[in-house]
């Protein structure tokens, strides 16, 4: 099974970029990263996923490294809103999440 | 986007009794739903996976006896936990994948069950 690392906690000032780091070392060549976040006492929420190339969305940017050993998600404005936690899961395992990100958006 | 519902959104119950938990796509067809507990401060927990039109496949730990699931139609699963106990108390969670893909998971806003 394809497996995730993630810091457990990040801050981030208002209005700067949030990167977010994930490895996921074991993926497979096929094996599509996929990016949710979870805002406290509700569902997750998708946010973007990616094979290879890097991506981009109206939430954010992934960047996936060539060897596609890890990969880092971008939220270029973050805001208060945005904090949440952060999870990224490999693969055909996007249904085992890890422990995830605590992202805290700083005034 | 993709919109998935959930009934109720928070429900108590007394010990013993059982409780009826509806996952609905609401824009999107999904012959694939799934479905997670979260306990206070740790992560989801996949339960089972719910396919349309026949049985659904638990994670190995989850009672399926305890954890009934119903996939009924191609916008409706349910989970029903029977006999239900305090250590049952969870945030119940559904998921539901678009059949015309991509394949990325939309969540439900999730059930807060109590038990008594």
């Known amino acids: 099974d394809a497996k995730t690392t993630q810091p457990p906690s990040m801050d981030c000032a208002e209005g700067r970029a949030a990167n977010l780091p994930c490895n996921h070392s074991?993926?497979?060549?096929?094996?599509?990263v996929y990016w949710y976040r979870q805002i406290h006492s509700q569902g997750p929420q998708y946010i973007i996923h990616g094979l290879k190339n890097n991506e981009t969305n109206e939430m954010a940017s992934l960047i996936i490294t060539e060897d596609r050993k890890s990969s880092t998600l971008i939220l270029p404005h973050a805001t208060l809103r945005d904090t949440a936690v952060y999870y990224c899961t490999g693969g055909g395992n996007q249904f085992y999440f890890g422990t995830g990100t605590s992202l805290t958006v700083i005034p | 986007g993709a919109v998935v519902s959930q009934h109720p959104s928070w429900v108590i119950c007394k010990s013993g009794t059982s409780v009826k938990i509806e996952c609905r796509s609401l824009?999107?067809?999904?012959?694939?739903m799934f479905w997670y507990r979260q306990f206070p401060k740790q992560s989801l927990m996949l339960m089972a996976t719910?396919?349309?039109?026949?049985?659904?496949?638990?994670e190995q730990g989850v009672e399926k006896d305890k954890f009934l699931i119903n996939h009924a139609s191609l916008t409706l699963s349910t989970l029903t936990v029977t006999s239900a106990h305090p250590e049952d108390s969870s945030f119940y969670i559904c998921?539901?994948?678009?059949?015309?893909?991509?394949?990325?998971?939309?969540f439900g806003p999730g059930t807060r069950l109590t038990v008594t």
């Open positions: 998921s539901a994948r678009d059949d015309r893909g991509p394949y990325e998971q939309y």
């Open positions: 074991t993926i497979s060549g096929n094996e599509y």
């Open positions: 719910s396919n349309e039109g026949s049985k659904a496949t638990y």
């Open positions: 824009d999107f067809q999904a012959t694939t």
